[in-house]
Structure formats: structure tokens, C-alpha cells
T-cell receptor
Framework: DAGVIQSPRHEVTEMGQEVTLRCKPI?????LFWYRQTMMRGLELLIY????????DSGMPEDRFSAKMPNASFSTLKIQPSEPRDSAVYFC????????????FGNGTRLTVT | DAKTTQPNSMESNEEEPVHLPCNHS???????IHWYRQLPSQGPEYVIH???SNVNNRMASLAIAEDRKSSTLILHRATLRDAAVYYC??????????FGTGTRLQVFP
């Protein structure tokens, strides 16, 4: 089991550019979560999916952020246009729904917007 | 989501036991108590969880108060690799986890 795979590991971009972060959950997991971590705000839940359907997106900061899960093995988090305040580490996690199973986190994508 | 309260930081010496406390006075009957930790430059990792009874696994033990308003994560022999931020989280009917600020554990040789 390769665990949750996120790409890229690091992303540096200029303000105004579009950024796409990718996540491959663990096979067989049907819930997927996107988190953002900064020194100021800690770990924040942005959105989570169940069976590829967004269930709770109340943590998405604004319209510049969007997330999709086109199939059970892939999700993207897109920021367009990016701003310096979006600089953070973005984590993806997955689990099996309804079993109180642990969340498994990826190693994160460190995003720097200059 | 019910909230938890943890000390900001704790210190331990290597090979000594560590007791990390967590208060959750507003816990509901169906909330599970979960513990995760985050090592430097890594994503959070699951440690242990429980509902009412004390729990043990290869990583740690979880002691839950009889009234469930508090719990304690026990690392039986701290190692340098246990230096991390430890999060105590209440997980209700949904799968999501809401992280607080956690306890930063320092382990000294």
C-alpha cells in the first residue's frame, strides 16, 4: 500500500497564476479530505468528499478555490488566481466512510506564492 | 463540533513515560476520542482512538476518564522520534476531523 500520494511536493508560483494540487487516495477508501496548514491558522479542513461527492465545503476560503473528485482514485484542488496569502502546506487524506477508521494523510504539497 | 483543550507544550526525557492530557467537557455520547500526531515536515498520523474503555496499541495507550470529560495519551517510553505535535480530537457522526492547536512534545536525550 503506497499510502496517499500527493503531487507536487513543492510548488512555487507567482501571484495570479493558476495552481493545481493533486491527490491519489488509498485504494478502497471512499472519503477524501483536503486540509491546509499555516503557522497562523494551524490545520484547517477545506473540503471533504464521500463517494466522489463533495459533502462539506464550508472551509473553502473563497471562490478562487475549487476542488474536484472525478473518480475514486483522483482529486484536485485548484487555486485560480493564486495570492501570496495562499502560501501553505496542503494535505490530502482518505479513509473508509462510517467505520471510524483513521484518516491517512499524504506528505503534503508546500505551496509558495510570490 | 465539541472542542478539546490541551496544553500548548510539554517536555520529557528520553525513555521516560509521557502523559499528554486532554479535556473535552462538552463531549457527546457518540463522540469518539481520537489522537493524531504530526512529526516535523510530515502529515498527521493516527495514534489511537477510543470511546469509553481504555485502549492500548503498539504506539501508545489511551486512558479515558469515567465521565469521559477528559482523556490521557500515554507514551510508555518516550524516544527522540516521539517529538511531535499531538492532537486530541473528538470525532462524531461524520468522518471529518477538526484539528485544534495540539500539544508540542519535546523529548530530551
Amino acid at each position: 500500500d503506497a499510502g496517499v500520494i500527493q503531487s507536487p511536493r513543492h510548488e512555487v508560483t507567482e501571484m495570479g497564476q493558476e495552481v493545481t494540487l493533486r491527490c491519489k487516495p488509498i485504494s478502497g477508501h471512499n472519503s477524501l479530505f483536503w486540509y491546509r496548514q499555516t503557522m497562523m491558522r494551524g490545520l484547517e479542513l477545506l473540503i471533504y468528499f464521500n463517494n466522489n461527492v463533495p459533502i462539506d465545503d464550508s472551509g473553502m476560503p473563497e471562490d478562487r478555490f475549487s476542488a474536484k473528485m472525478p473518480n475514486a482514485s483522483f482529486s484536485t484542488l485548484k487555486i485560480q488566481p493564486s495570492e501570496p496569502r495562499d502560501s501553505a502546506v496542503y494535505f490530502c487524506a482518505s479513509t473508509k466512510t462510517g467505520t471510524n477508521s483513521p484518516l491517512h494523510f499524504g506528505n503534503g504539497t508546500r505551496l509558495t506564492v510570490t | 463540533d465539541a472542542k478539546t483543550t490541551q496544553p500548548n507544550s510539554m517536555e520529557s526525557n528520553e525513555e521516560e513515560p509521557v502523559h499528554l492530557p486532554c479535556n473535552h467537557s462538552t463531549i457527546s455520547g457518540t463522540d469518539y476520542i481520537h489522537w493524531y500526531r504530526q512529526l516535523p515536515s510530515q502529515g498527521p498520523e493516527y495514534v489511537i482512538h477510543g470511546l469509553t474503555s481504555n485502549v492500548n496499541n503498539r504506539m501508545a495507550s489511551l486512558a479515558i476518564a469515567e465521565d469521559r470529560k477528559s482523556s490521557t495519551l500515554i507514551l510508555h517510553r518516550a524516544t527522540l522520534r516521539d517529538a511531535a505535535v499531538y492532537y486530541c480530537i473528538l470525532r462524531g457522526d461524520t468522518d471529518k476531523l477538526i484539528f485544534g492547536t495540539g500539544t508540542r512534545l519535546q523529548v530530551f536525550p
